[in-house]
T-cell receptor
Framework: DADVTQTPRNRITKTGKRIMLECSQT?????MYWYRQDPGLGLQLIYY???????NKGEISDGYSVSRQAQAKFSLSLESAIPNQTALYFC????FGTGNTGELFFGEGSRLTVL | QKEVEQDPGPLSVPEGAIVSLNCTYS??????FMWYRQYSRKGPELLMY????GNKEDGRFTAQVDKSSKYISLFIRDSQPSDSATYLC????????????FGQGTRLTINP
């Protein structure tokens, strides 16, 4: 099983619908992130969380919200989806313990299409 | 202007060629530099990690950082079809910084 699991892997929805993307991890890391990937734009940080009680906005948080339900679970919601939120979404984890590089461990991605 | 610029390619080379992938950046505070490799339909995975200026070698891969020019490179020697992927550079100012700034990614194809 993957260390970072995202569901669903693919989703097609309509404008105005509420969508939730879920992420769970078995790496035991405290830090979790949601990124968005668009062709030609690289990875952009939406939200990040350093522990269950800590939620922080990234560079493109408008139109998104998150919930850290447990150390291992971090979900991303689109309250009212719009077509320009069509993208590939990645969940990631990291551990900043002593000697670590802060490497990000990514899930396999959730491809969202908003019609 | 983006903080990190990376030519998106696509780049196509024959098997065995030496590949050079590059990123330029504008923030002189960046000190930690990474290269991630992303296969099709997969998440990115860390390939190389370097601190400050200099070279780091790992097998067929060499990462090079020139902080004076704000320029980093990844060289792949004896390229293989299995190296076909998107390569993303990434950097941060200090080790605990939560924000990792990514380049746009370069799509590389190695032709047998």
């Amino acid at each position: 099983d993957a260390d970072v699991t995202q569901t669903p892997r693919n989703r097609i929805t309509k404008t105005g619908k509420r969508i939730m993307l879920e992420c769970s991890q078995t790496k035991g890391h405290d830090r979790m992130y949601w990124y968005r990937q668009d062709p030609g734009l690289g990875l952009q940080l939406i939200y990040y969380s350093f522990d269950v009680k800590d939620i922080n906005k990234g560079e493109i948080s408008d139109g998104y919200s998150v919930s850290r339900q447990a150390q291992a679970k971090f979900s991303l919601s689109l309250e009212s989806a719009i077509p320009n939120q069509t993208a590939l979404y990645f969940c990631a984890t990291s551990d900043f313990g002593t000697g670590n590089t802060g490497e990000l461990f990514f899930g396999e991605g959730s491809r969202l299409t908003v019609l | 202007q983006k903080e990190v610029e990376q030519d998106p390619g696509p780049l196509s080379v024959p098997e065995g060629a030496i590949v050079s992938l590059n990123c330029t950046y504008s923030n002189s505070a960046f000190q930690y530099f990474m290269w991630y490799r992303q296969y099709s339909r997969k998440g990115p995975e860390l390939l190389m990690y370097t601190y400050s200026s200099g070279n780091k070698e790992d097998g067929r891969f060499t990462a090079q950082v020139d902080k004076s020019s704000k320029y980093i490179s990844l060289f792949i020697r004896d390229s293989q079809p299995s190296d076909s992927a998107t390569y993303l550079c990434a950097m941060r100012p200090f080790q605990g910084a939560q924000k990792l700034v990514f380049g746009q990614g370069t799509r590389l194809t190695i032709n047998p």
